[in-house]
């Protein structure tokens, strides 16, 4: 019990936690107002930002086109190839700046946001889809770049851009774009945080300005429900990631205890008692599942001490075609070990195959978009004796 106590005043004490106590009871306007999980009002925080009716617009675009040209999904072959080398060395000026909201205009539908200028003597346009709360309908993407291609002249360069709150290791994980439309480039809110409203603070601001930007990034912290009934925050700064992974790190034997307290507890809601309970499950799969890396390596080297790996499986293995169809995987599953040192994406102990060594692809995952496991688990489907 003493333990305990000591446990809940240093809790109670605990600089991260009157830290993000001070911040979450913080609430932005568009909270206030009952509107923060309105889609259309971050569409218009972001026409706000660049459109001329920010003092810093032009910045603001200047950094949206880095964030866009320097994603994995940008194909520079879709622009003017000066255009581009300008853009890369970021040798321009933005001119004759204009920012459309709901476009309907000679469009299948309704575009969120169009971003016209000029750079330098090229012709400019970002088209944004942005999707907050729900996903892609009847095409869209796909019908709003047909009918943007089919409306615009050819000497209009045009980014087409798919705006989601999707994590920042969910997006590293995607192939292409989620949307339909794979000429889209997809980003996300903590991309608009980190590398567009962040930078902006830098600039000589007047006071309307600096509290707009500082009143938004509130209203992102705020978790919202996604199209799969989650909750996720759209974007969080560096100083409160860095807080609650401190927060997590002091308290998490103090939140578990107060967690399996909870779920046999009569004296509370039986809300409150599932809700617990919910946590306490899953506190107790991570615990005890085993981690998805330990698991290839664990049945990899059961099938080899049972002689079930043949020449046929080791040459599937070792081609990263075979290797994305088998397992979802970006790396051939085995690689030759030729040197002395595993590769990048590599674990560091070869194995030992019918004589040969190779090295072993570590580049696994198990989250909700990308669930290497399932095809791991079909592969060994045919090793019945293997348990």
Sequence with gaps: MKEL???IIAFKNSQSTKKLMDIYSTKSLMEIYGVNRKEIRHTSFLKWLFSKECMVSEVAVGYLIDVLIASKFFN????DMELYKKLVLGDYSINSLKVIENFREGINGEIDLIIECNIDEFKLQIIVENKVYSG???KQTLRYFDSINNKNNNDINTFFVYLTPISLFELDQLESPECICKDFIQINYQNILDLIITPLFDEDLND???HILKDYIIALRNPVENIKNTHQFMAITKEESDLLTQFWEENKDLIQKAVESLQTNLHVEPSIRDTAKNIADQFKNNNE???IGKFVQRKLNELVAGNFINND????MKSQEKSKELFDIQ?????DKINSTSPLH???DPIEINGNSYWVCCEWFENERNNDRVHFEKWLEKFKKVN
């Design 5 to 7: 106590t000591k446990r």
């Design 76 to 79: 520079e072959n879709t622009i």
């Design 136 to 138: 892609e309908f009847n």
């Design 208 to 210: 309307s300005t600096f």
């Design 289 to 291: 599942k085993e981690k």
């Design 313 to 316: 499986e080791i040459s599937q």
């Design 331 to 335: 790396y051939p599953l085995l690689e």
């Design 346 to 348: 590599y674990w560091k």
